[in-house]
């Protein structure tokens, strides 16, 4: 049980980690063509 208390957080961690690096990857993508921002767009709006 003592390994569970610190496997717990270790993997909390990691997965807050993995989050962050996704998160940025995301963020650096290309955004696609102008259509498929304008549509983006439409969709924004109507969310």
Known sequence: MEN???FAPAG???ALLFALYLSVRI????PGTE???E???HI???A
């Open 4 to 6: 569970l208390a610190l």
């Open 12 to 14: 909390g961690a990691l």
């Open 27 to 30: 963020g650096k993508a290309d």
């Open 35 to 37: 259509r498929m921002q």
């Open 39 to 41: 549509i983006a767009g």
């Open 44 to 46: 924004h709006e109507g």
